[in-house]
T-cell receptor, first 113, second 111 residues
Framework: SQQGEEDPQALSIQEGENATMNCSYK?????LQWYRQNSGRGLVHLIL?????REKHSGRLRVTLDTSKKSSSLLITASRAADTASYFC?????????????FGKGTLLTVNP | DTAVSQTPKYLVTQMGNDKSIKCEQN?????MYWYKQDSKKFLKIMFS???????INETVPNRFSPKSPDKAHLNLHINSLELGDSAVYFC??????????FGPGTRLLVL
């Protein structure tokens, strides 16, 4: 079953602007991860935030997690054309005996030069 | 220096054929995965192996059979290919419950 749902499905911005993507999920989680996929390539891990964390930074990326609302957001500041890609959230559902990531459908981000 | 590699990168074949995709990781990870990404970019897990043992087997037709000869390799064999099998197949690896590292994908087209 699908766990994460990203919003919006597509986002188009100008270089230098900030981009915010949201992810909602349904069950309790151990952690939530964000991945990037450039066109025709594999997924690349960006950041992992654990269920007991509320915010995490990595370079121009800021991730927040609200477990009460079962939602997360990914903020990319000062975007660049090279940030153009699809962004996926993935959740690791707690309580299961096997480790499994469930991916959302992704947000397609286009950064125009 | 490639961390997770897959072969072949592209695979075009006729319906009914049998094909295999190979995956190797040199990261020393103990867990490997196969994912299927459809034309709408939806990524779904198919199988997961931990130390050569199958631990996740999602609802996948039994025409798909994974094989893990050792911790660094996870191959996927598909029998009697169907049109609906056309997709991009990704291999990934990780230490258990941590970040997953993905291969470049195998683009399968069944005609």
């Amino acid at each position: 079953s699908q766990q994460g749902e990203e919003d919006p499905q597509a986002l188009s911005i100008q270089e230098g602007e900030n981009a915010t993507m949201n992810c909602s999920y349904k069950t309790s989680i151990n952690n939530l991860q964000w991945y990037r996929q450039n066109s025709g390539r594999g997924l690349v891990h960006l950041i992992l935030i654990r269920s007991n964390e509320r915010e995490k930074h990595s370079g121009r990326l800021r991730v927040t997690l609200d477990t009460s609302k079962k939602s997360s957001s990914l903020l990319i500041t000062a975007s660049r054309a090279a940030d153009t890609a699809s962004y996926f959230c993935a959740t690791d559902e707690s309580g299961g005996s096997n480790y499994k990531l469930t991916f959302g459908k992704g947000t397609l981000l286009t950064v125009n030069p | 220096d490639t961390a997770v590699s897959q072969t072949p990168k592209y695979l075009v074949t006729q319906m009914g054929n049998d094909k295999s995709i190979k995956c190797e990781q040199n990261l020393g990870h103990d867990t490997m995965y196969w994912y299927k990404q459809d034309s709408k970019k939806f990524l779904k897990i198919m199988f997961s192996y931990n130390n050569k043992e199958l631990i996740i087997n999602e609802t996948v037709p039994n025409r798909f059979s994974p094989k893990s000869p050792d911790k660094a390799h996870l191959n996927l064999h598909i029998n009697s290919l169907e049109l609906g099998d056309s997709a991009v197949y990704f291999c990934a690896s990780s230490f258990t419950q941590e970040t997953q590292y993905f291969g470049p994908g195998t683009r399968l087209l069944v005609l």
